[in-house]
């Protein structure tokens, strides 16, 4: 840790993680009813099960960007947070208003669109906490250096606050509502979020592979175009079915294929980086993480996504079990692997330790995310089969549902995986730290220098 | 990448080219929007009980276990053509009765069974909810779903 403040980082990351188990347990147990219908009917149905597993989702992701950009602000612009003070309410605000939401969910208090579910005082006590956070991070950044990092990742930071406002348009037309409902959901997770992760990812080139920050910076800038470029207008895919015109078939067609691009080029950017830094950082869970979520990221977003975009395949998949699969995948591949290596690269500084407990960290890695592959694969078999009986042969919903049965089962022994996957790694970051760096560094410190 | 293709020219292209591309974005949904009140839907009909019923759909969050217009949960029906599916174009009395019906059955009990809550929905929501997915189903959706299973 170069700048003291770095350290508000640490709090940040730990409320995410906090938030991080909350939803993957509500994930199990919604995977358990999906199989065990019974379970917990009386007492917490389904749709408030989801819901607390989706908003801890979306909450603790913000909660590790704020982090990621408390940490690597200072380092990028050779200076302080402007106020710690500040980030400490921004923090306690925001985590005051997630358990708030989580308890007033299971008492059936919330609003009702999809992802959207906060209350209203919720919803402003976000834009505060948005309103507190660029401020501060904005300021700093004015004060200090200015790389094409903070460029990118403030733009992100900005975009998501703004696009956050449609949360409170609200308008009787479902059509209407739908149209703008995707000016947060879609425009954050296909669009600005996008700009955050690119930078982050840059940020962490920047670090481990010791590459001249030039061309990390240049890479930055074009995947970042190749980001929004393809992203906007790929809205598009979500106006098909609607009540919108039916050009969007065409362009967000065209355009969401194209979305392919920036994920496919940040595959090619880190390994690059990687390959072309020839350092072996000592920190080797980072690293695999790092690389692990872009391959994610291009699987899950790209492959999954681009699977069922065109508008002649969603026809028939538009809402059915392949959405879910490509949603679960390109999250986990994108957002989650993304602040987990950020976690896995920043605790060994937040802690004042050398790089601990890699090897437990990279068990986490490769169960997390095979269990997420064998998850993402089961439910698009799963999908596959439904958009055949349901879809093609006109069974009702319900009769296609039953001979789901067998995939419904893996996905949760895959959750469950998950889960276990999610422990280890709260404990590889939390736990006591032991030296546990790959033996082949110890080898080569013992040599002598060249 | 060349030496030719500069960081600053990387930069450049990303601004201006994401100004473009938000600028035709904007364009667009505000055409989109002028269609969907225009021709898509039907403003006429969207009453005040179409409002409150969406308002009845919204606070039991019914969109965290079934789909309308596709989007929502995956763990219970569409709902966008529930109004046609149960026949509704063809009797509007039957099928408001059979839908509330179905409603005030709920849970079901069977074991193996989804079970859907009982949501306790007064006469006056459930009246609204059903004109609110009546309005949903006359929307057009550029002709899905497929078929009527939804």
Redesign the interface.
Known sequence: MKYATQRVAYWYFAGAMLLFFVQVLFGALGGT??VL??FL??LV????L??IHTNALIVWTLMAFFGAAYYLIPEETEREIESVPLAYIQLGLLMFGALAAVVGYLFGI?????FL?QPLWIKIAIVVVALIFLYNVSITVMKGRKT?VT?VLLLGLWGTALFWLFAFYNP????????YWW?VVHIWVEGVWELVMASVLAFLMIKMTGVDR?VI???L??I??LS??SG??G??H????????????W?GSIFSTLEVAPFFAMVIFTFTMVWRGRRDHPNQAAMLWSLGCTVGAFFGAGVWGFMHTLSFIN??T????V??AHGHLSYFGAYVMLNLAMISYTMPYLRNRQPYNQVLNMWSFWLMTSAMAFMTFTLTFAGVVQVHL???M?????E??DQLALFYWMRLGAGLVVGLAALLFLYAIFGPAKEERPGYLARAAAEPAE | MSERFTRAAARNIFYGGSAFFFITFVALTAHSHLYMRSTSTDMARLTDSVTRGKHVWERNACINCHTILGEGAYFAPELGNVWDRYGGNEDREAARAALIAWMQSQPSGVPGRRQMPQFHLGDQDLNDLIDFLEWTSKVKTQGWPPNKAG
Do not use: C
């Open positions: 009813v999906y219908p019974n009917a009386e149905p389904f749709n408030i989801r819901m919330h609003e009702g669109r999809e579910e094409a460029n009787s037309n479902l059509a209407l509502d739908k149209l000016y030039e910076e240049k890479w800038y074009a970042a175009g929004l470029f906007l207008l809205t598009g979500h106006y098909y079915w609607i009540g919108a015109p039916g050009y969007w078939q362009i026809y028939y538009h809402g059915t079990q959405t879910a349901q879809r093609v006109g069974m009702t919903y319900m296609v549902q």
